[in-house]
């Protein structure tokens, strides 16, 4: 804190691993917006998907305030589109940078984690747009095979993927890091990245289409 305070930072902030969203004030505050005169949309940017599994009535009071306020269509139907980071199918990689990702549970099970919060999403017709790389620094072809895996876990559920290829930010965890490249991209990463277009080119089977 001395150090801190030296340097001009004289703001604390306490927090714990152990955060839990307040369901009753987060739908009040979204209630608030969508009231608000002149709101015709409201579109969400990111969430995460280990509150809505610790607590899937979020998405109950959350589904009908954001439905009537979404742009989205389909086949007349509303649906509600948010950006999920899903990271990589392999709990080794995830335990090793991530594992804050599945709080409060164990990220030891990451898979099964994503594929439990993206079916309670679907089941308020909320269809993620869900991003997972490929190329991290020490990842293996054995963990390159898990997030295939995951990936054919989820090829019926209604969602969007956006494969990407590991790109460092600065002042994180990997900010020192290699980005990963096309040319050094090997064959079992560019089956991962076919297979994820080739999902979300023929969604037909989950009843979802990009035209």
């Given at each position: 804190m001395v150090v801190n305070h030296k340097y001009g930072i004289n703001k604390a902030y306490k927090s714990y691993d152990g955060f839990i969203p307040n369901r009753k004030e987060i739908a009040k505050l979204y209630g608030t917006i969508a009231s608000y005169g002149g709101v015709e949309y409201i579109c969400l940017s990111h969430?995460?998907?280990?509150?809505?599994?610790?607590?899937?009535?979020?998405?109950?009071?959350?589904?009908?305030i954001l439905m009537e306020k979404t742009i989205r269509r389909l086949r007349k139907k509303r649906y509600i589109i948010v950006e999920v980071g899903i990271e990589t199918g392999s709990p080794r990689l995830m335990k090793k940078h991530m594992?804050?990702?599945?709080?409060?549970?164990?990220?030891?099970n990451w898979p099964e984690l994503v594929c439990q919060g993206?079916?309670?999403?679907?089941?308020?017709?909320?269809?993620?747009?869900?991003?997972?790389?490929?190329?991290?620094?020490?990842?293996t072809e054995e963990d390159i095979i898990a997030t295939l895996e995951l990936v054919d876990r989820l090829k019926d559920a209604k969602m969007f993927f956006t494969p990407v290829?590991?790109?460092?930010?600065?002042?994180?965890?990997?900010?020192?890091?290699?980005?990963?490249?096309?040319?050094?991209?090997?064959?079992?990463?560019?089956?991962?990245?076919?297979?994820?277009?080739?999902?979300?080119?023929?969604?037909?089977h989950s009843g979802i289409s990009w035209l």
């Open positions: 969430a995460s998907l280990a509150p809505i599994i610790y607590d899937p009535k979020i998405l109950e009071k959350l589904t009908p594992k804050g990702k599945a709080l409060p549970f164990s990220v030891d993206i079916g309670i999403m679907n089941d308020y017709e909320w269809y993620p747009l869900c991003t997972i790389m490929t190329g991290m620094p020490d990842e290829l590991f790109i460092p930010l600065e002042d994180a965890l990997l900010g020192k890091a290699r980005r990963s490249s096309l040319e050094r991209t090997t064959e079992l990463q560019w089956e991962f990245i076919a297979n994820c277009w080739n999902l979300c080119y023929g969604c037909g």
